[in-house]
């Protein structure tokens, strides 16, 4: 069988990876791919990144199964393309991306189907979202209604952060934009919303529209620096599985949280198939509550993810794409797995380009590299983009997955690389 993964960056190289690893396929194309996966010879980029022209080179290609990796072609209808004419795609359709595409619609959704979340207000004109601010007062979070990869939100914790942030997300001029943000029909909106205490953890699902098969549970590193000091990043590393999903707070986030999600779009007529990624906020009590939804794997999730996954990932997406993932166990490596991103010089706002990446090592039972933002140059491979690679491994525990991955990572060299060292310190302490 052919399958095909869409998109670039080190959650699709993940995600390609372990498809490749089934008896059942023979070939694995990814769109438009990155320089690892142009260097691993079971894989093949395919530059298009045109939805139209992707589906006609699928059905050329007589591929059996699409999974598409990150939220803007998921916004832009891929799924909808794809299905339309015969394709089996797993991904939510663009009216159920919502949930990820416009943070305003996902809060109506979860207010409306009582689901945990923060309090909030949703603003198109900067003068309210200012004096709303100023009413309630900081620490409080900022969030861009549209798609920004990972940066668009903002947790002020002084009333110049939120400010600025209004400002940023909320700007008349759209040449001035910094966070990157895409803007919804409709014209630039924030929400603006209560800030929640507690330890966040990611829990990532698949759904078929009725039934949901658990991914094992992970925790990301959203701050550039170690300590979680410095900017909001798309994330700096993550390790699977994360501690603070106690057996009782995953009871209550699929009873209170996720259950609820598949059924509430389903009564709404957006039945939601794809990767449910919820955010979520654990409080001292052990009360989840969802800080955001995503269509899509989380990237840097999906690279631990995928390493502790025994399970043939094709047979779980055909699975996924037949409506019958209420049949699949999903089988887990016991061993916690640890991913450390290395992000190029100037990330997040101003990544550089073209350094030349040395000492990529061969991947071996415990380790792999996964690359993001890289291309071939030559006989060689250099930085594309602002997260670089995601250096991940497994270990008897966190701190041993930890220590073998920065060994690795340790051996890895680019001007101006910057990574975190302290990924996984929370269930190391823990």
């Known amino acids: 069988m052919k399958v095909l993964v869409v998109g670039g ?33 079971r894989l093949e980029n395919i530059n298009i990144t045109d939805v139209v022209e992707l589906r006609a080179w699928a059905l050329a290609e007589k591929i059996a199964l699409t999974v598409v990796g990150p939220e803007q072609p998921l916004a832009a209808g891929i799924v909808d393309e794809f299905r339309a004419h015969g394709l089996r795609v797993f991904g939510p359709t663009k009216a159920a991306a919502q949930l990820e595409s416009s943070k305003a619609f996902s809060k109506a959704f979860m ?34 209604d549209g798609l920004a990869a ?46 929640l205490q507690g330890e966040e953890a990611s829990f990532i699902v698949m759904c078929d529209g009725k039934n949901v098969a658990v991914m094992a549970t992970s925790q990301d590193h959203k701050r550039l620096l170690d300590a979680d000091q410095g900017p909001n990043t798309g994330g700096m590393g993550a ?48 009360r989840p509550k969802t800080l955001e939804f995503n269509c899509r794997m989380g990237d840097p999730e999906t690279q631990p993810i995928m390493m502790r996954l025994k399970s043939d990932l094709y047979d779980v997406m055909m699975a996924a794409t037949s409506g019958t993932l209420d ?23 101003n990544p550089r380009k073209g350094d030349a990446i040395h000492g990529l090592p061969a991947a071996t039972e415990d380790t792999m590299v996964f690359h993001a933002g890289t291309r071939k140059e030559g006989n060689g491979t250099v930085t594309s983009g602002g997260r670089v690679l995601c250096v991940t491994a497994l270990g008897s525990t966190v701190k041993a997955a930890q220590q073998r991955a920065y060994e690795v990572a340790d051996g890895i060299g680019f001007d101006g690389a910057q990574f975190r060292r302290d990924i996984g310190y929370r269930a190391i302490k823990a």
Not at 115 to 129: K, L, M, Q, V
Not at 150 to 177: C, Q, R, S, Y
């Open 111 to 144: 207010k409306r189907h009582g689901i945990p979340t923060a309090e909030y207000e949703t603003f198109t004109d900067a003068t309210a979202a200012h004096a709303y601010v100023d009413e309630k007062g900081a620490p409080i979070v900022v969030k861009a």
């Open 239 to 286: 390790y699977s599985p994360a501690p603070v999903v106690t057996p009782e707070v995953h009871g209550r986030a699929m009873r209170e949280i996720i259950l609820p999600t598949i059924k509430g779009m389903e009564k709404d007529g957006i039945p939601f198939t794809g990767f449910l990624y919820a955010g979520l906020m654990i409080d001292a009590e052990g």
């Open 150 to 195: 990972g940066k668009g939100v903002v947790v002020a914790m002084t009333l110049h952060e939120a400010h600025e942030a209004i400002e940023f997300m909320l700007a008349p001029d759209p040449a001035f934009n910094p966070l990157g943000v895409t803007h919804n029909v409709g014209g630039a909106r924030v929400v603006i919303e209560e800030f």
């Open 9 to 41: 960056g080190g959650r699709e190289h993940a995600l390609a990876w372990k498809l490749a690893q089934s008896p059942k396929v023979q070939a694995v194309y990814v769109a438009p791919g990155n320089g690892g996966t142009a260097l691993d010879a």
């Open 327 to 349: 049949q699949i166990e999903m089988d887990w490596d016991r061993r916690p797995a640890l991913g450390v991103v290395m992000a190029a010089h100037g990330y997040p706002l």
